[in-house]
């Protein structure tokens, strides 16, 4: 989900093993304290700004924290670029797929809780996904379609896999696009007017793209993971983020839908137009509604629904630098943190927990650099 979004530059470089309450000007002192450069710090302010003044991008924030301390916060450029509304460290953006982080994390707490084990099928909890079936043709004129029996059922571990054989609404390959419009089964971002329950069950009654394990397709995975924790906690994915990791991790800014006082620092959302970024004044794709954070909403998306602040999201990626814990708030077990969290290999049973690695993560450097850039 990388299309249309204002953006949003977040670097954080860390070892040490807590966050730290930052000085009242939200820095803690000279970068040369920390062992940082204020030279090369500039380098940053140099490539943002040179974004901005070139109309690549209408505004960033950057974001460096090391040893838990916030070494380099700073905005570039505008909130909204018609009013020259300036750009704040506090503004909230959508953050669109890094929820799948998030999610993620979710099912594996819940994993360690003993609720299910990672090779259970998909359908043990969500019935609707029994007995799947892989497509094989598809008719143009109708969308209807032909399939076979897949070999085998839909792992949970396959869902975090991206292996599953489920593709993605708006997105995904042309063919399951159609398949997926026609079903009502929306991409998950700013489809706030649905409940995600009822999409999911009607997703399970759909074709995959591929048998279940055999291949990597980017797809509503992680939407179905939502469902999961759901069906799991007994609470809605919205209260679950809330109570057992927004409230626990100090992120308080983190939102599907924001509170009414939050409205005004929503970021303006921008598309590319010509080599230039212009305002989204209509509909996105998918039928999206550009100011859905700010509607009262019912769907809660694990895979594209949330928006946040820089320095919540660099809370959480703090948490898996701290092997699962940040101020004395346990999440995860250190072993699922670093052990499973941090693991690069390419094979498929070994990514089932990969979106720590794609927000930008280098555990041998004690590194983390996620860019979130929609444009």
Known sequence: MTHNLICLAALLLTTGPAWAQPSKTGVAGRPEDHGMSSARLQRIDQLLDTHVQNLWIPGAVAIIVRNGKIIHLKAYGYRDTETKAALKTTDIFRIASQTKAITSLAVMMLWEEGKFQLDDAVSRYIPEFKNPRVLTTLNWSDTTYATVPAKSEITIRQLLTHTSGIDYAA???????????????????????????????????????????????????????????????????????????????????????????????????????????VPVSSEAYDGVNPNYPTLEGTYFSGGAGLSSTVEDYARFLQLFLNKGELNGVRLISRKTAWGLGWKRKRTMRSRFFRWAALAGAGPSTHTIGPILRKN
């Not at 995904?172 to 329950?197: C, D, H, T, W």
């Not at 999911?200 to 759909?206: N, P, Q, S, V």
């Open 171 to 277: 997105i995904g390959s042309q063919e399951f696009r159609a398949i997926y419009a026609k079903a009502g089964v929306p991409s998950g971002i700013g489809n706030a007017s649905m409940v995600l329950a009822n999409k999911m069950k009607r997703l399970g009654t759909l074709p995959l793209k591929h048998h279940p394990g055999e291949q990597y397709t980017y797809g509503l995975n992680t939407d179905v993971l939502g469902y999961l924790v759901e069906v799991v906690s007994g609470l809605s994915l919205d209260q679950f983020f809330r109570q057992r990791i927004f409230q626990p991790l100090g992120m308080n800014d983190t939102h599907f839908y924001l509170p009414r006082e939050k409205h005004h620092r929503l970021v303006t959302l921008y598309q590319s137009r010509e080599g230039r970024v």
